[in-house]
């Protein structure tokens, strides 16, 4: 098995050398092609291990080689192949490997074609060992790894200056929370001595609950920067200037949900400390219906697709604040299959449209795009959670666990939310694909996308329907490690209600949408319309002024205070003392220069005075050797 | 009136002063390296006067291999010198600036 | 007394003898006076009771580095007035009188002279030659030998430095054969 675990690990590594090697070429499909291939190898590779873990039930644990043993200090480059990495391993090799094949008909015309693919094998290579490592320093190099390919990857069209902008903004926010990642890393070796999950959990158990808080409260900042909960969320909707396929695998189905791997992989440091884990769920409540009240009213697809993610990982992390870390797992993957379909399907529609980006200007697409209207809506409506997709299994059952811990306002958040999202997914549908052909207006001429990449795309639409019919094969498998708590209502009466009517009230909400975006007196807004000029319209489209306030009370006086420091200290402090030094060396030699004048008279005599120098100074030692009594005595009188 | 070892000393520093000032005022080599004569001599009396003083033979030993490098240096300096004459005609300490910085 | 009378004279005949030789614009001069301060300096050696010491310096200095110098002095063509170009003089005697006066400040405060014990010391009923003979070729044995070796190295590159071209005599060559050397020895420099 270690065979099969070292393969899937390193093929995606080797194609991303591979593609690596043409980074300078012209565009060539070979380094296209190698990478898909290896990853399908991954794949292959990760579904063996699955098989063997279903079947066995036994863990693939492996320690290629030692990476640091300094003084107390041992971490190994070691990686584990449980059953909550191996779901992540496949989620990982499956979109990567959907998306391979997908950006190789998408970026068809890029003239970074090659580098695109040697970027993403490696954030999927980045991706697995970050999964894939049985320690938190391993987790760290992951972390840092994704983050490092997503950087290259939203800047990917870096002679955009958005492009480079959200890149940017997408890293640092990263750093930020990696900071206190890095701290929470820290503090677990301090108080337990070791970085392998295995032995720091077993320790933790009898450490204080003041110091775990701390450790889950630093760990969870850096998993709120990876998976953009509030508020360092602005990053993930600004990441949306990639290409799509990045957006479907990167900030949608993987490295976003890294976060929640980082707390279901800790949750044995989380259900010791409730009151955190409460906290997450709060967060991600709020984080749920925060994003999805965004998604309303956003004209631009791939942002609306955005703030669904971000919604979705709210509801991740309310599974796993609620301890229910098994759902917050199964939601991960059932959300990684439909979303990045959505993600997909979105794609097809930017390059039928020319890169268009605003619903408006589309409206019946379905004529021309069928397969992608199909694909879409399926992933719409698992999205939205109507029985019997993915989205229902995954999704009900986590409002369901708030209502069965008691937490009745979470519970109404995300119930509203789930109307919400439903509302505004179908918005999204209903404005590209029925209507009135309003872009027609703008003279585009739209197009089904390659037969290969709807191919590609296939084996994502069947899990995100079938999905759910894997909940007990999968809640078998996984409870051999997580918790498993089941969540079962009292009275089945409640149940039924319960879940008949919010499928109703999702259906309904699903048909408003329709009726309200999908007539034909449907206009391009040109912000006349009494809507537009409301209130909440304003503060929704604005994404509720957050970015504007950081930029205006955050980077700004950040901006002002390092203008100081670079003028006044650094310039006239550091720099000044630097080339001062320097400046005094230099003009010593230049006026020593003098000295070396080449004629050997001269050196005569300034031999002579080292002379005198060194005499003087053996007077005015011997005389203070002699004297040292009496100049003792006179120093201690001067009080030194 | 008692002749002592500081006598001599002062001599010796006297004689080796006056070699200092040869050595800095003398700009023809060969006339330079009297100066040097003059240095090593001042420094042999105080070994043998010091070698007398205290009853030590030690002083006396190395002023026999003063003398001895002294000889040395003459025969090699002189040949150097010789060298350097054929070539530029000239011994002048002012010429040689070959070894300008 | 008489050892008084003798060290101030011959103190004064040395110092001025080397006055003259760093003084002097005739080289002449100069190694005339070096050679008779060398000749005092050995009266300051038998006055010591360093005889041995003594007669080496007549032996060595007055005689084979004397004689060295003055063929020196001769194939330099140094006989007539040497022109040199003096520089600040005040530099010079200041420098000078400066490091004498520290020489003897060290030498004045008695630091150094009462740890001073014989090494080894002067052998009882023996006369100063057979004094340095014994401790000559018994414990300095080696640095004797070594010395030795040095004097060998010393005469041989003196005859090797020296000794190019000697086959080449200036006074039988004619006018246009010493022109051609002083080309090619142009030539050389310049390379």
Same mark, same amino acid.
């Given at each position: ?18 593609? =690596? ?123 840092? $790894? ?91 909707? +600004? ?20 976060? %929640? ?28 219906? #925060? ?32 301890? =229910? ?31 268009? *980006? +605003? ?21 719409? %409506? ?30 109404? %958040? ?6 919400? &999202?439903? #509302? ?14 309003? !872009?027609?207006?703008? $003279? ?67 048909? !408003?949408? !329709?009726?309200? !975006? ?98 003087? *100074? ?19 009188? *001067?009080?030194? | 009136?008692?002749?002592?070892? @500081? ?23 060969? *006339? ?11 420094? @042999? ?9 205290? $009853? ?35 011994? /002048?300490? /002012? ?7 | ?52 010491? $003594?007669? %080496? ?56 002279? /009462? ?12 006369? @100063? &030659? ?36 000697? +086959? ?24």
């Amino acid at each position: 098995m270690e065979l099969y675990l070292y393969i899937a690990l390193f093929s995606p590594l080797v194609g991303s050398m591979f593609a =690596a090697l043409y980074g300078a070429k012209p565009r060539t499909k070979i380094a296209g092609v190698v990478p898909s291939a290896l990853l399908i190898t991954s794949l292959i590779a990760s579904t063996i291990l699955l098989a063997h873990i279903l079947s066995t039930g036994e863990i693939v644990h492996v320690e290629m080689m030692t990476w640091m043993a300094t003084g107390n200090l041992y971490i190994p480059f070691g990686f584990i192949v449980d059953q909550v990495s191996v779901t992540m391993m496949m989620v990982v090799t499956l979109v990567s490997s959907v998306v391979h094949v997908y950006a190789i008909g998408y970026m068809d015309h890029d003239k970074g074609f090659n580098r695109f693919f040697s970027w993403l094998s490696a954030f999927v290579f980045s991706m697995l060992i970050l999964v894939m490592s049985d320690n938190f320093a391993g987790l760290f190099i992951g972390w840092e $790894g994704v983050g490092l390919c997503s950087w290259g990857l939203i800047g990917f069209w870096y002679h955009k200056e958005s492009a480079t902008w959200a890149a940017n903004e997408a890293f640092i926010m990263n750093r930020i929370a990696d900071l206190g990642m890095l701290i929470g890393i820290f503090l677990v070796y301090w108080n337990t001595g070791t970085l392998q999950y295995e032995g720091a959990f077993a320790a933790m158990q009898n450490l204080d609950t003041e110091i775990l808080t701390w450790m889950g409260i630093f760990l969870f900042i850096g998993a709120m920067g990876k998976s953009a909960q509030f508020p360092l969320h602005t990053w993930l909707a +600004d990441a949306m200037e990639g290409p799509t396929p990045v957006s479907a695998l990167i900030h949608a189905a993987t490295m976003v949900t890294a976060g %929640v791997y980082l707390v279901v992989r800790s949750n044995e440091l989380y259900a010791l400390i409730p009151d955190v884990g409460v906290f997450i769920a709060s967060l991600g409540a709020f984080v749920a219906m #925060f994003a999805a009240s965004m998604a309303l009213v956003n004209r631009d697809i791939k942002r609306v697709i955005a703030y669904s993610t971000l919604s979705q990982l709210g509801y991740m992390f309310v599974a796993a604040g609620l301890g =229910a870390y098994w759902v917050a797992l199964f939601h991960l993957m059932a959300h990684a299959f439909f979303k990045a379909l959505l993600f997909l399907g979105a794609g097809n529609v930017m390059h039928a449209m020319d890169s268009e *980006l +605003d619903p408006f200007k589309m409206g019946g697409l379905g004529k021309t795009m069928k397969a992608s209207m199909v694909m879409m809506t399926l992933a719409s %409506v698992a999205l939205a959670g109507i029985f019997p997709l993915a989205g229902f299994f995954s999704k009900d059952i986590i409002i369901e666990a708030a209502f069965v811990e008691h937490h009745f306002i979470i519970y109404t %958040v995300l119930l509203l939310t789930a109307g919400l &999202t439903a #509302f505004y997914s179908f918005r999204i549908i209903a404005l590209i694909f029925h209507g009135e052909e309003r !872009y027609k207006l703008f $003279g585009f001429h739209p197009h089904e996308a390659y037969k290969f990449m709807l191919v590609a795309m296939s084996p994502l639409l069947i899990l995100a329907v079938i999905a759910g019919s894997l909940k007990m094969t999968y809640f078998e498998m996984v409870t051999a490690v997580l918790p498993a708590t089941e969540y079962h209502l009292h009275s089945v009466t409640t149940y039924w209600i319960m879940t008949i009517g919010t499928q109703i009230f999702v259906i309904l909400a699903i048909l !408003y949408a !329709y009726k309200k !975006y999908a007539n034909s007196s449907i206009k391009v807004p040109d912000g006349t319309s009494k809507m537009e000029k409301s209130f909440v319209y304003k503060l929704l489209i604005n994404q509720y002024y957050i970015p504007y306030s950081y930029e205006q009370y955050l980077i700004r006086p950040y901006r002002e205070l390092s203008t100081i420091f670079w003028k006044q200290i650094d310039m006239k402090i550091v720099d000044a003392s630097v080339d001062g030094i320097a400046g005094i060396i230099y003009g010593t030699g230049e006026k020593t220069r003098a000295m070396q004048s080449g004629n050997l008279s001269t050196m005569l005599k300034w031999m002579v005075l080292g002379l005198v120098i060194l005499l003087s *100074l053996a007077v005015v030692f011997g005389l203070a050797a002699r004297h040292f009594d009496e100049i003792k005595v006179i120093l201690s009188g *001067l009080g030194v | 009136m008692e002749i002592g070892l @500081n006598h001599y000393l002062v001599l010796s520093t006297i004689l080796f002063s006056i070699g200092l000032v040869g050595v800095m005022r003398r700009k023809n080599l060969l *006339l330079l390296f009297f100066a040097t004569e003059i240095l090593l001599n001042s420094v @042999n009396i105080a070994f043998a006067a010091i070698s007398h003083y205290y $009853g030590d033979l030690t002083g006396q030993m190395f002023a026999f291999f003063v003398i001895a490098i002294a000889a040395s240096e003459v025969a090699v300096g002189l040949g150097l010198l010789i060298v350097w004459h054929k070539r530029h005609n000239n011994i /002048d300490l /002012d010429s040689m600036s070959t070894m300008k910085g | 007394m008489f050892e008084a009378i003798a060290f101030y004279l011959f103190a004064f005949l040395t110092t001025l003898m080397f006055f003259i030789t760093v003084t002097t614009s005739q080289a002449l001069y100069a190694l005339t006076a070096l050679a008779a301060g060398m000749i005092f300096i050995s009266a300051f050696f038998f006055i010591l009771g360093a005889d041995f010491l $003594g007669a %080496v310096q007549i032996v060595v200095y007055s005689g084979a580095v004397m004689a060295l110098y003055a063929f020196g002095m001769m194939f330099f063509d140094s006989t007539r007035e040497v022109k040199e170009k003096q520089g600040n003089k005040l530099i010079v005697s200041g420098l000078s009188i400066l490091a004498a006066i520290l020489v003897v400040l060290i030498f004045a405060a008695p630091m150094v002279t /009462d740890n001073i014990v014989a090494l080894y010391p002067v052998i009882e009923g023996a006369g @100063n &030659t057979q004094q340095v003979g014994m401790v000559l070729f018994t414990k300095y044995l080696v640095p004797f030998e070594v010395a030795a070796v040095m004097l060998l190295v010393a005469m041989i590159a003196g005859i090797v430095l020296a000794g190019k071209k000697m +086959d080449l005599s200036i006074t039988l060559m004619n006018d246009a054969e010493i022109k051609d050397m002083k080309k090619d020895q142009n030539k050389k420099v310049l390379s």
